[in-house]
């Protein structure tokens, strides 16, 4: 019998980026990209190293949910460099559930559960994927001599708009546009003195800007968005973590062994605050009732996951390692933090202190090697 591999070994002539509704197993499989080839052969030598018992059902999981068994196969690879062994999905006395994995190392056990933090709702989910599903059909919009400057996008129902017509409005309106007059136009006024072109009908509100290509440029397809709304958030995912952690902090009943969730919250850089914040509370700042001495100092509330001295909380999880992995930043912005429970039933002596790229021997260069 053939070895299985996590991908097919075939002729790939899948080129350019992926669109934004793809599944993305079947583009990383598909793609002929330099860079995605060095992320198929990372994930191929991770997964060669996954005990073949297993293959099959990670294999599988890749297909149904990319990230979040992308992180599972991470953290298998993370621990077993940091020197331990793992059993996968070990039997727990007393219930049926199992974690995801039991991590042996010197003769002490450590349990580990692992989560991909998925940050929308359903409702948003679905609005995400109309998002992306209309994004597709703005990309196949006649790019020739124009790159598109999305401004506004407004779904007026839970309805898919038709990308069709969608398409069809725009082009109609773009092929009378001169791009020399908006060239002209941008030089002169700058963004703010291109005209705006607007889609509206029953479900969805489009208003947009047209950036005009340079004439090197000019008459070759591309992608035709070149910028994308602005999204702002204010505060932080304190909350959002707490939540995701909650929900595996007591699924297994009470552990004989030290028990750490593994959290993967996707974003562009790890916020330690913020981390802090969920486990273990708030910054606060408090003083003394003596006038003459008020020794004012920031401390931490105790209202994260972890509770506080008078009021400790999921005393059966004993850390927590939260990191912002996937498949591009691992050798450049990927963060991670190991936190102990300081009121856990069974401490343990975990330390993770190198960085990810160190830890994973990711090159700097990583997913584009340097031309040499």
Not at 169 to 174: P, Q
Not at 296 to 319: A, D, I, Q, W, Y
Request: net charge negative; charged share 25%; with cysteine.
């Amino acid at each position: 019998m053939s070895e299985l591999l996590l991908f097919e070994v075939k002729e790939r002539t899948l080129e350019g980026p992926a669109k934004y509704n793809t599944d993305i197993y079947q583009y990383y499989n598909d793609s002929s990209r330099e860079d995605v080839d060095v992320v198929r052969q990372l994930l191929e030598k991770w997964f060669a190293q996954y005990p073949d018992d297993e293959k099959q059902d990670i294999k599988s999981r890749f297909k149904a949910s990319f990230n979040a068994a992308f992180y599972e196969l991470y953290i298998y690879t993370l621990f077993t460099k940091l020197g331990f062994s793992l059993t996968i999905h070990p039997e727990i006395p007393g219930t049926s559930k199992r974690p995801d994995y039991l991590a042996t190392k010197d003769g002490k056990l450590l349990y580990i559960e692992v989560k991909h933090m998925t940050m929308l709702s359903q409702d948003e989910q679905s609005l995400e994927r109309r998002k992306n599903t209309l994004l597709d059909s703005l990309d196949k919009i006649d790019a020739s001599n124009f790159l598109l400057k999305l401004d506004e996008i407004i779904f007026k129902d839970n309805s898919q708009p038709s990308g069709k017509m969608i398409t069809r409005y725009f082009n109609e309106v773009i092929s009378s546009h001169d791009p020399d007059m908006y060239t002209d136009l941008l030089t002169q006024r700058g963004f703010q003195g291109l005209p705006k072109i607007t889609y509206d009908d029953d479900k969805v509100k489009i208003q947009l800007q047209l950036l005009p290509k340079s004439p090197l440029h000019r008459g070759t397809n591309s992608r035709s968005i070149g910028t994308h709304p602005t999204v702002t958030q204010i505060g932080n995912d304190s909350d959002n973590i707490i939540t995701a952690l909650e929900s595996k902090a007591t699924r297994y009943g009470t552990f004989n062994a030290p028990y750490i969730i593994c959290l993967n919250k996707q974003s562009v850089s790890l916020d330690i605050i913020e981390v802090q914040e969920a486990l273990y509370g708030s910054l606060v700042v408090s003083w003394s009732d003596n006038p003459a001495n008020r020794d004012e100092r920031l401390e931490l509330s105790g209202n994260g996951f972890f509770g506080s001295k008078s009021n400790p909380k999921f005393t059966r999880v004993s850390g927590v390692y939260i990191t912002n992995a996937n498949t591009a930043n691992l050798g450049t912005t990927v963060g991670h933090a190991f936190r102990h429970n300081p009121f856990a039933q069974f401490p343990t002596d975990l330390v993770i202190d190198q960085l990810v790229p160190e830890l994973l021997s990711i090159p700097s260069d990583y997913p584009m090697p340097r031309k040499i």
